[in-house]
DNA sequence: GATGAATGAGTGTTCATTCAT
DNA sequence: TATGAATGAACACTCATTCAT
């Protein structure tokens, strides 16, 4: 058995067991007996048990980022990419549900404060996911396709806390709707926030350069 | 001291405590020492650690439910009822931060599996929630504030993933957007997409995945 | 509700409790919980959950040892006797199997250790049972009714030995004969064995006087 | 340090343990302390511990019941052999006190329960003990040594909790008699009880309850 | 590299008992 | 007498990690 073998075994192990039953009830015995490996074998090729987990982590979100990076790459107007990675978004979370559980329910709370800090490779992809929302935004502010009354900065972590929200609240079953649907209803909506100003007459006059006056006044109307 | 005082000393320690250093990294003997009552003494209030965890949430829930069904009660429009419901939200979390970040932040996943199960109380609580959402969607329906391609339902459970997922987020650490700004993005472009349509004849259409043509031509605007 | 009432609810209820769950597995919380009484008052009573034992305890050998007194009492040979005590132990154990499985079953080795030392009441009460085995054997040595090769005492302790034993495993499951035929069959075993010698010539010769060389030689013969 | 020995280490320990202060007493602290092992090292090894008793008591019983199985292996005729196991059993038990003494004083009601159910190996080992008393006596009764007027099964259930109650009984101090007298006057009672009938035209009649008459009369011959 | 026996600090939980009311 | 909230010492068991082979 090879090094290479013997580490995807305990990664897809580790995963398989991770999502069954929680990163915290899953043992490192465990995964070792299961993966066919010796308990010392895991420490050899991941350091820990948060090595495992961390691992699995970049490793998905490397196939995440790569992913709308590939989006992005095809050039297509803000608009257009914004769809897009909608769309890619529901199917990579759909069809590695698996991996995206372990992601989104999984991630240890005392990971979180290590490795979410400062400069953590792992803190580093989770930026590099609301730089790329960012990406998608400034390119449509920059081509007239998005409509964003505020900074593209803040938009795009609000943009990415609906995202992570919706697909978390599903992967706990807390939301019936199906995915597809989700991912429709998603499109749809953040489209419509993010296109034009609603009223027809207020397109011609201020595209885009500060909240439309209409909605703002209504806001505060009260 | 009164059983009251003691539960409440007890609680308002686990809750710092849950807050500060987790729930995992918290045990009980430290609840207990710093309560300045018995290790027994919890048990015999709350039964277990996950007793306690979910006093916690429970009453957090009750009162942000509570919150909103007050916002209801003011029989405002639907499309103000939800402005209303995004200050009040932010509001609430902001002012609770403690609570809150216990709630969204270590909620333990083997509570997840065994509490939110069909019928628990903690299910019954966040179900309760998508409630709320849909009679504001459903009101803001009928009085044609709102207007939503989508089922109410379905609908008002993608939004709460919103809300949800950008505050946890921000919880995290990993939105930067301070939450007053946050709760006015979020108020902005969730009134714009769930505001009447750009085209009115837009709206029977299925969710345009290809970007509609009008906003196309119009980039580089700017 | 009056004490006695209360007294006699709290042991009918731990007697059910211990004899369903055993000694150790049964709490004072729950049985104070199942008899409606407070806690507190199992102490007021019973001074602690050994005393509840001890007090079924007593309460079972009393009667018990008044069972085999009164047959004494009637003044039947000591074979005749004997015969009625088999009876009469079966018969006790039989109808009172949830008390005698107590005190077969679940004595805590503590208490063996701390109540069967020298003056207790309970180690009195258990020394009471090898004195009446040996009232009856002495009155069948004395009327000719009962051969005993060994002296009176040894043989009553070896003999309540051989009951307790049966009784115990039968108790616990370990020996499938009913009672009724495991009555029969020690009355006809230890009738024998304490009849007559075997040798039909050796019966009228020395009926009771010492150990019949007969046997005696035949023990060791080999 | 091999495995053996430590394994031995904390049996050796346990077993000594046991003896002194009793199973509950006695902790898995202690244990692992005076083994000179760490605490994990005895969950290593047997799990629990209930593991650490079950273990015991296998070893025990395995020679137990090896000693009674090579005494049938010498072919001797049933009497004999029934002798030569009750001379095996009350040496077995003198000998290695300490264990049978945890076996027959502090088998845990909780294991009873759980572990003399149906197809446990501790209840195999039980049924093997009644199994070997069924061979000794079925041999004599083939043979014509022993004479049995109960079914052969039931006898040796009898005849079974008639030694192992005696035994208990001295284990737990409430019998004086020392063992080898008590040895001796086991086989005695026994090789009468099961050696022919006293008058050969009572074996056909059923045990009779009542005091024979010739006995009866002889009364007060003192 | 691979092993797996050994580790031992750490933890949630139990429960008989007490005592102020 | 009765209560039951409070107690706190005690304990079995866990499990990530190490290290000699």
């Known amino acids: 058995m090879s090094d290479t ?3 995807r075994a305990i990664l897809a192990t580790a995963s398989r067991l991770f999502a069954s039953r929680g990163y915290s009830r899953t043992t490192t015995a465990e995964i070792a007996r299961e993966a066919g490996v010796a308990e010392g074998t895991l420490y050899h090729h991941f350091g820990s048990k948060d090595g495992i987990f961390l691992t699995l982590f970049d490793e998905t979100m490397e196939g995440y980022l790569a992913g709308i990076e590939g989006i992005l790459a095809r050039g297509a107007a803000g608009r257009e990419t914004l769809s897009a990675f909608t769309r890619f978004h529901f199917d990579y979370v759909s069809l590695r549900k698996e991996q995206y559980l372990i992601l989104l329910r999984d991630f240890p709370v005392h990971l979180t404060v290590e490795h979410f800090a ?6 580093k992809k989770l930026d590099r996911v609301t730089k790329l929302f960012s990406r998608i935004l400034a390119r ?3 081509d007239g396709t998005l409509h964003l009354p505020f900074p593209v900065r ?8 609906s995202f992570y929200g919706a697909t ?3 992967m706990l079953d807390l939301i ?9 209803m998603m499109e749809s909506y953040w489209l419509k926030a993010l296109g034009p100003s609603q009223t027809p007459r207020a397109i011609p006059a201020a595209p885009s ?3 439309s006056p209409a909605p703002g006044r209504r806001r505060r109307s009260r």
């Open 5 to 7: 073998t013997r580490s």
């Open 118 to 123: 400062g400069g953590s490779p792992q803190r």
């Open 140 to 142: 449509g502010k920059a």
């Open 154 to 161: 803040e938009t795009a972590e609000m943009l990415r806390g």
């Open 168 to 170: 978390r609240l599903k």
């Open 176 to 184: 019936q709707t199906p995915f597809p649907r989700l991912a429709r």
């Open 209 to 211: 350069i500060a909240p």
